[in-house]
């Protein structure tokens, strides 16, 4: 029992108490502090019950931390700042700080129940809940209260900042140790799984969220989210906190949770927000604002230097293979050689499910072929859709097309593939063809793949030009410009490459019959369709048989590889029956045939004994056909 008048040694005895506690055990946290000094006061003071509440700043409210005995006469059940505030103005004692604790006292025994805040300035630290049994107090007697609440307060106080100074250390000794890992890695997945291990760590009953662009893929087991910041969710924390790059708050009432919303941003950016939910709080401190703050920034440099180094052996990765298909392109390929290369280019760097290649004939781009060497879905049916639209496209402009979904770009259009990208092969101005790349997932390829294939398309555009060029080029000294049939000198390499070879075969002359009366009757011009009438006549008739070439003037060559005698002469009959009743204006041929087999002959005898039974054909009366054989010949 306590009398009204407190002794100075009851002062000196709970100083002196506060002090030993003070300066004894160390590895203690807090919470036995208060417990022990609870204790301590009991000893001190001597009354039926004592505790002491703590202002929790998470949850803005006063808990009960420590009980010198403990029992459910005093209230365990916290209660807001709020209603603190309500109680202070309901029960304050005169003119002092104390307060009458009824309130918070369950026992109907017959005790004094005081409340003494723990204050400074305008802080609230917590409050004293001191109860006496068969005292009589006075105004006196709460100043003496008030004295004892002050000498508890300064031991807080340097108790809290003391444990806060070991908890600020064990933080930066942390954060420490994430900033040498942050920049011993250059692997963003290391980074973000540092950042949630540490927080989890700090606040291991908080949860946590990356939220990241879509792009970001990763194999870790994360808590990453797709960060939304499209124009209808833009007022939303996340997207503030992306856009602004300052930290947002936002309470979720209805869960009784607090978010926080920390941007992970470097010098050049933001690349992120981590979302830091706290259950059953309302505000977040300052000090661990800071913290995660602290941290957050520190983990966006980390970001930015990871993805400035991916990004780095990306684009090394990309030179090097724009580098190896340029050198590769310009080693003289021809075209279908070089169609093959870039399409396992592009299906090997790029994961494409379908590669086409379109040629677009006199610059119309409604007008094209589909290169073999594109993949199969580009010669079937289900592909002419497709390929109409991306035409018509370009026909509007010559921009490239990158699409993520398809379907939602074109509702109306049946696609099995929602990843579109097609670049136009452009050269001087004109559109030349275009390059087009599928995959049926959406948002398959990212926008740097995009802009890698464009790179790799205008690198390769030329060699493609040059690769057609030289076909071209080659097609012209192989063929007659007129008649479009081979030259002669195609023919004499092919026909050498047989003897080589030591197969057999047939060569026919074929002349048309008074040529020059054509020319003079009807001129030039229609001498000129002749030939390319007879010429045409005679490379359908042969086909893949044999090679139709123009021999000079109006006289056309065949070459029958693997035909006997026999089987030329008949099929120079046909032709000559053919050609008499297919021209306008009709014309008769004339043929001479020779004959070779093994290598028993070279090519100038080859000729010169075609030559002959041409002119016998011709001195017989024209419209013949003559072998150098003795079968006869037929006349008509």
């Not at 100075?8 to 003070?22: A, E, T, W």
């Not at 000094?37 to 700043?57: A, F, H, N, Q």
């Not at 009366?517 to 042969?542: K, M, P, S, T």
Request: hydrophobic content about 35%; overall charge negative.
């Amino acid at each position: 029992m306590i009398t009204n008048n407190f002794q100075s040694q009851i002062y000196s005895d709970l100083k002196v108490r506060f002090y030993d506690l003070f300066t004894s055990k160390s590895n203690r946290s807090f919470e036995q502090f208060l417990d022990e000094m609870t204790v301590e006061m009991k000893k001190s003071l001597c009354p039926s019950e004592i505790g002491i509440y703590i202002y929790d700043e998470w949850e803005d409210k006063f808990h009960l931390k420590s009980n010198a005995t403990p029992s459910h006469r005093i209230k365990l059940s916290p209660f807001t700042f709020s209603e603190w505030a309500e109680f202070k103005e309901e029960n304050r004692l005169w003119d002092t700080e104390i307060l009458n604790g009824s309130r918070l006292w369950n026992d109907n025994n017959d005790h004094s129940n005081f409340v003494i805040p723990l204050k400074i300035e305008n802080r609230v630290f917590g409050f004293l809940f001191i109860a006496f049994s068969d005292i009589t107090f006075s105004r006196e007697f709460c100043f003496d209260l008030q004295a004892i609440g002050f000498e508890v307060l300064k031991v807080l106080m340097k108790m809290e900042s003391y444990y806060k100074t070991l908890d600020e250390e064990k933080k930066y000794e942390l954060l420490f140790r994430v900033t040498s890992k942050f920049h011993s890695s250059m692997n963003m997945d290391d980074v973000l799984a540092e950042i949630i291990d540490t927080l989890r760590e700090v606040y291991p009953k908080f949860e946590y969220h990356l939220l990241l662009s879509h792009d970001y893929s990763t194999k870790r087991d994360l808590p990453i989210k797709e960060l939304m910041y499209d124009q209808d969710i833009t007022s939303k924390a996340s997207a503030q906190a992306y856009l602004t790059g300052q930290i947002q708050f936002e309470d979720r009432m209805d869960q009784r949770k607090s978010c926080l919303y920390a941007p992970l941003k470097g010098k050049q950016g933001v690349y992120g927000v981590l979302q830091v939910i706290a259950p059953n709080s309302m505000l977040f401190p300052d000090d661990d604002i800071e913290f995660i703050t602290l941290l957050a920034n520190t983990a966006g440099n980390a970001l930015e230097n990871a993805r400035l180094y991916q990004q780095s052996k990306r684009l090394i990765s990309d030179l090097q293979l724009i580098n190896e298909t340029s050198h590769k392109l310009n080693s003289n390929l021809r075209l279908s050689e070089t169609i093959t290369y870039m399409a396992g280019q592009i299906k090997h760097s790029f994961d494409a499910k379908e590669v086409g290649f379109l040629l677009f004939k006199d610059e119309e781009v409604t007008s094209y072929q589909i290169l073999d060497e594109s993949t199969d879905y580009f010669h079937s049916r289900e592909a002419e859709q497709l390929i109409h639209h991306i035409n018509d496209r370009l026909s509007n402009h010559q921009d490239a097309l990158f699409i993520g979904d398809f379907s939602v770009k074109n509702p109306n259009m049946k696609c099995e593939y929602q990843s579109v990208m097609a670049i136009p092969m452009i050269q001087r101005g004109t559109v030349k063809g275009v390059v087009i790349v599928l995959h049926p997932s959406p948002y398959f390829f990212s926008f740097e793949t995009f802009k890698l294939l464009q790179s790799l398309v205008h690198h390769s555009t030329l060699a493609f030009a040059n690769s057609m060029l030289r076909e071209e080029l080659e097609q012209l000294v192989r063929t007659d410009y007129l008649t479009k049939l081979y030259s002669r000198k195609y023919l004499d390499e092919t026909i050498s490459d047989y003897i080589s070879q030591g197969y057999y075969g047939a060569f026919v002359i074929v002349d048309i019959d008074n040529f020059k009366q054509i020319n003079d009757r009807y001129g030039h011009q229609v001498g000129d369709q002749v030939i390319v009438q007879v010429g045409d006549l005679l490379n359908e008739a042969i086909g893949s048989a044999g090679v139709v070439a123009r021999w000079g003037g109006e006289e056309l060559a065949i070459y029958l590889p693997r035909h006997s005698l026999e089987q030329a002469f008949a099929q120079a009959e046909r032709l000559r029956t053919t050609i008499e009743s297919s021209t306008n204006p009709t014309v008769t041929i004339s043929c001479g045939i020779s004959y070779w087999q093994g290598n028993q002959d070279n090519l100038k005898d080859y000729f010169i004994r075609a030559d002959q039974a041409l002119y016998e054909a011709k001195e017989a009366g024209k419209n013949q056909v003559r072998h150098e054989g003795d079968m006869g010949y037929i006349q008509y």
